[in-house]
C-alpha cells in the first residue's frame, strides 16, 4: 500500500479496533488513489492487518482479525499469527460462525462497518453491480452515458463526524491535525469504485454531464433515530416538515452538525459510532432520461378545436385538443412518460393557423427512446400528418432546450398577420373601406377584453396595427388583412369589445362591426429552421 | 343581424322597478367564460347595463351630469384593482349604488349594481360622451363590469330575472296602462 505509510499506523489501528470497513480507513487516512479503493475488500483487510502488524510485531500484542474466522484463514493459508481468542481493546470483535446454508465457506458475512453502514462493502461488490445493471438494461432505455446518483440516509454524516472526532483527537496526540474536508467524501470513493463496473457491464462510460441518470437511494432504518438529538441541538436548521417527509434532510442534517459544537456532539453521539446489527438496504433503482425537445410548426385548419383540452367539471367539452394531436405519437414513439407542449402564442378555439404556421415544441418528460435520424424524425412527420386533417406539422426536428428560448421572443416580439371576414350593420361601398389600406402604424389602446377578465388583470396595452389591406365583398361584408404587433386582440379590434378597445373597425367606419372568421395567415417568427 | 359581436357570449339577466321605482329596470349581461375557483364556485364577468325600459332611454331624455361619486367617501372612478383575483376592489350588494345620472328635465336616476361583486370598472366613455348610454345601451354604453365571489356563483343569478320573466313584466305593465 503505497499510500498509506507509518504515520498512518496509529489511525489504521484505532480505526480497525472500531469496527471501520478498510475502505472508510482509506478515506480517514486521506488516501487519493483511486485503484487503491477498488482492491478486493478481501485484500484490503488483509493488507491493513499487516501494516499494524508489522508495528505490533515488536510489541507483545495479539494481530487481530475481523472478517476471518479460523475456517478461512487455513484456507486462504494466512500467516496470521496469535492466538485464535480475538479480543482487543475489549471489543469482541469475532466474527459469528456461518449460519447461512447458503454462503460459501470462503464468504462467511462480513461485519456492516460502523461508519459507512455497508456502502463500501457489500454496494461494491460485483454481485450488486450486476443486479444494478440488470434493472437498468430491463427499463429498456437509450442511452450513450450515465450519470449516477447516489442517495445516502442522513445518519451516515453523523457517524462520519463521530469518526472524524475520534481520528483528529487521536492525531491531536501525534501533534498533527486533520480537517474534515481533508477526509475522502464516502460518495467520492464510492463512485471510485463503482463507476468502473457499472461502465463495464452497461457498456458506456460514466459522464457527470449525462442525460441519462441511475439513481440509488440507500436507507438505514434501523439507525434512523440516530439524527434527532441535532433536532435538540439545533432547532433552528430543522424546518418543519413539508408534506409528511421526514424533517431530517442530508441538508439539514449537515448543517447541523457543522454548527454543533464538539462537546454538546459527544453528549449525545457515541464515539466512536456504534456497529450496527445490519447493512444498509439499497430501495428502488430508478432510471431517468433527461427531457428531449422536438420542434416544429403546426397548421390548424379546424374552427372547432381548443389548444389544450378542454374540460369542465371532469367532463371534457370539445373533442381532442392541438397539444394532443401533435403530441400523443411523439410520446408513444419516444417512449415518454409526459409531454409538456408549448408555442409562440397560441389561437382561440375558432381561428384557423394557415400559412407556414405556428411555431411550437414539446417537451418529452423521460424519453426511454432518444435516437432518432433525420428520416425518422420525417416518417413521424408524416404519421402525425396522416392521423389527423385539423391539424398538419412541418419543419419536425429535434432541438435543445436553450432553443426554446428563440420560440419565446417570437410571442412576445416579432409580427402576425391575420385575415378577417368582418360584417357591418349599417352598408357599406367600396370608397368607404378603402381609406384603410392607408393607415399605418396604427395605435391601439386594448383594456384586458370581457371575455378574458375573469381570469386576466385589468390592463390597458397599447399595441399596434403595422397595416391593413381591405377586400369588398358585399354591402355588409369585407375581408380584411392585418399585420400587427405580437398580442394583439384581432376580435376586440374589430367589435369593439363595448368601446374597450379604442379604436376599432366600428369607431373608424362609423358604423357596429362584427368579427365572423378569423384565420392567422403568419406567425412571423423564423424557428425552427426550415427543413 | 347580430347586434354585434362584443356581445354574442353573454346572457341577459333583468332587475325590474328596481327600489320600487317604476320602470327603472337594468339588465345584467354575464359572459359565458367562467374561473373555477380552486375552493369551488366559479366567476363570470358581468356587465351592469341600462334595460330598454328605463327613462333615460325614453325619447326626449337628455343626460345633464353623469356623477361616479356616490357619496363623500367613495367615488367609483378611485377604484383600483390587482392581480388576477382583483384584489382591492369596491365590493358591491345588489343596491349599491354605482352612479347617479341627471336629466334636464329636473329628474335625478340611481344606477344600482344589481348584484353582488368586486367592482372592476366604471364606463368613464359615458362621463365624456353621455349620448352614448342612449345610442349603445347594451354596448358602449355600459355602466360597470362587476365579478362576482367565487363562493356566491350560486346565488348571483337568484334576485334577477331571465329574459322571458322580464318579458312577462313588461307585457304585464303594458296590460295595466
Redesign the interface.
Known amino acids: 500500500m503505497s499510500s498509506l505509510t507509518e504515520k498512518d499506523r496509529p489511525i489504521v489501528q484505532l480505526l480497525l479496533n472500531t469496527g471501520t470497513c478498510p475502505r472508510c480507513i482509506l478515506r480517514f487516512c486521506c488516501v487519493g488513489s483511486q485503484t487503491l479503493y477498488r482492491h478486493p475488500h478481501k485484500e484490503l483487510v488483509k493488507d491493513l492487518k499487516e501494516l499494524v502488524r508489522n508495528k505490533q510485531e515488536k510489541e507483545d500484542t495479539v494481530c487481530f482479525d475481523i472478517v476471518d474466522p479460523p475456517c478461512k484463514r487455513s484456507r486462504l493459508g494466512c500467516t496470521e499469527e496469535g492466538p485464535d481468542d480475538l479480543k482487543h481493546n475489549g471489543v469482541l470483535q469475532q466474527s459469528p460462525l456461518v449460519n447461512d446454508e447458503d454462503t460459501a465457506v470462503e464468504n462467511c458475512p462480513v461485519k456492516p462497518c460502523s461508519i459507512c453502514l455497508g456502502i463500501l462493502q457489500e454496494f461494491c461488490e460485483a454481485d450488486f453491480v450486476k443486479k444494478v445493471c440488470q434493472k437498468v438494461l430491463s427499463a429498456d432505455y437509450q442511452f450513450t452515458s450515465f450519470v449516477l446518483s447516489v442517495s445516502l440516509p442522513p445518519q451516515l454524516s453523523v457517524r462520519e463526524h463521530a469518526a472524524w472526532l475520534l481520528v483528529k483527537q487521536e492525531m491531536g496526540k501525534l501533534g498533527l491535525s486533520l480537517a474534515k474536508d481533508d477526509i475522502v467524501q464516502l460518495k467520492e470513493a464510492y463512485k471510485w469504485i463503482i463507476h468502473p463496473q457499472l461502465s463495464e457491464e452497461l457498456g458506456v462510460p460514466a459522464d457527470g454531464k449525462s442525460l441519462f441518470e441511475v439513481s440509488m437511494v440507500f436507507a438505514h432504518p434501523e439507525t434512523d433515530k440516530e439524527c434527532h438529538f441535532l433536532a435538540t441541538a439545533c432547532p433552528d436548521c430543522f424546518k418543519p416538515a413539508k408534506n409528511k417527509q421526514s424533517v431530517f434532510t442530508r441538508m439539514a442534517v449537515i448543517k447541523a452538525l457543522e454548527k454543533i459544537k464538539e462537546e454538546d456532539f459527544l453528549l449525545h453521539f457515541p464515539c466512536p459510532p456504534s456497529p450496527p446489527e445490519n447493512l444498509c438496504v439499497a430501495l428502488e433503482i430508478q432510471c431517468n432520461n433527461g427531457a428531449v425537445f422536438v420542434a416544429g410548426r403546426y397548421n390548424k385548419y379546424s374552427r372547432n378545436l381548443p389548444q389544450t383540452p378542454w374540460i369542465?367539471d371532469g367532463e371534457r367539452k370539445l373533442e381532442s385538443s392541438v397539444e394532443e394531436l401533435i403530441s400523443e405519437h411523439l410520446v408513444a414513439e419516444f417512449k415518454a412518460d409526459s409531454f409538456n407542449f408549448s408555442s409562440s402564442g397560441r389561437e382561440d378555439v375558432d381561428v384557423r393557423t394557415l400559412g407556414s404556421g405556428r411555431p411550437f415544441a414539446v417537451e418529452l418528460v423521460n424519453p426511454h427512446r432518444i435516437h432518432f435520424t433525420a428520416e425518422e424524425m420525417k416518417g413521424l412527420q408524416q404519421t402525425i400528418n396522416n392521423s389527423s386533417d385539423k391539424i398538419q406539422v412541418r419543419d419536425l426536428q429535434l432541438v435543445t432546450r436553450e432553443a426554446i428560448g428563440r420560440m419565446k421572443e417570437g410571442e412576445e416580439e416579432k409580427t402576425k398577420t391575420y385575415s378577417a371576414l368582418i360584417?357591418t350593420?349599417k352598408a357599406i361601398q367600396r370608397e368607404d373601406i378603402a381609406f384603410l389600406d392607408d393607415i399605418q402604424e396604427l395605435k391601439l389602446d386594448q383594456?384586458t377584453p370581457?371575455?378574458?377578465?375573469?381570469?386576466?388583470?385589468?390592463a390597458v396595452r397599447c399595441r399596434i396595427i403595422h397595416t391593413m389591406k381591405s377586400e369588398y365583398i358585399d354591402e355588409?361584408h369585407f375581408r380584411l388583412h392585418l399585420k400587427t404587433q405580437a398580442g394583439t386582440y384581432i376580435?376586440e379590434f374589430?367589435?369593439?369589445?363595448?368601446?374597450r378597445t379604442k379604436p376599432n373597425i366600428?369607431s373608424l367606419l362609423n358604423r357596429?362591426?362584427?368579427?365572423l372568421e378569423l384565420d392567422v395567415e403568419s406567425v412571423d417568427v423564423d424557428w425552427p429552421p426550415a427543413l | 343581424a347580430a347586434a354585434g359581436g362584443a356581445e354574442r357570449y353573454f346572457r341577459r339577466w333583468y332587475k325590474a322597478d328596481v327600489k320600487g321605482r317604476p320602470c327603472e329596470d337594468f339588465c345584467v349581461l354575464q359572459h359565458s367564460n367562467r374561473r373555477v375557483g380552486l375552493r369551488g364556485g366559479s366567476a363570470q364577468i358581468c356587465v351592469i347595463t341600462l334595460a330598454e325600459a328605463h327613462p333615460l332611454l325614453q325619447s326626449g331624455k337628455t343626460i345633464t351630469s353623469v356623477n361616479y361619486q356616490i357619496s363623500a367617501n367613495c367615488s367609483r372612478l378611485q377604484n383600483k384593482v390587482s392581480g388576477k383575483s382583483k384584489r382591492g376592489a369596491q365590493f358591491l350588494t345588489e343596491l349599491a349604488p354605482l352612479c347617479r345620472i341627471s336629466s334636464s328635465d329636473g329628474e335625478e336616476y340611481t344606477i344600482y349594481s344589481c348584484i353582488r361583486g368586486r367592482l372592476i370598472e366604471v364606463n368613464e366613455n359615458i362621463l365624456s360622451n353621455p349620448a352614448i348610454l342612449q345610442e349603445k345601451p347594451s354596448t358602449e354604453g355600459y355602466i360597470a363590469v362587476v365579478l362576482p365571489k367565487f363562493e356566491e356563483s350560486k346565488s348571483i343569478t337568484q334576485g334577477l330575472l331571465t329574459q322571458e320573466e322580464y318579458e312577462e313584466v313588461l307585457s304585464k305593465r303594458l296590460n295595466s296602462s
Open positions: 369542465i360584417w350593420d383594456k370581457l371575455r378574458v377578465l375573469h381570469r386576466r388583470p385589468l355588409h376580435k374589430v367589435h369593439g369589445d363595448f368601446g366600428g357596429t362591426a362584427d368579427i
